[in-house]
């Protein structure tokens, strides 16, 4: 799954445990982090791409806070395994 992509939707969101959200968020954070750095040195291309990594952190924070509050829930095994 590409991080910053259409293939990153709450849907699918859901179905990831714990675990993989958060190391979706970490890769988001670096990807973030490294097209802020080559927007600042002028090799960036692509300036929308910073905006729709942006928007999959928010989405990713928002399915983890969903699981916190008791609002959304992480995957059973039973799910797993569909």
Do not use: C, W
């Amino acid at each position: 799954m590409a991080v910053g992509s259409k293939d990153l939707i709450s849907k699918e969101l859901r179905g990831f445990d714990d675990e993989r959200l958060v190391d979706e968020l970490r890769k988001a954070k670096e990807e973030l982090f490294n097209l802020r750095f080559q927007s600042a040195t002028g090799q960036l291309d692509n300036h929308g791409r910073l905006r729709a990594v942006r928007k999959d952190i928010a989405r990713i924070y928002t399915e983890m806070r969903e699981r916190e509050l008791g609002i959304g829930s992480a995957p059973t095994e039973s799910e797993d395994t569909k």
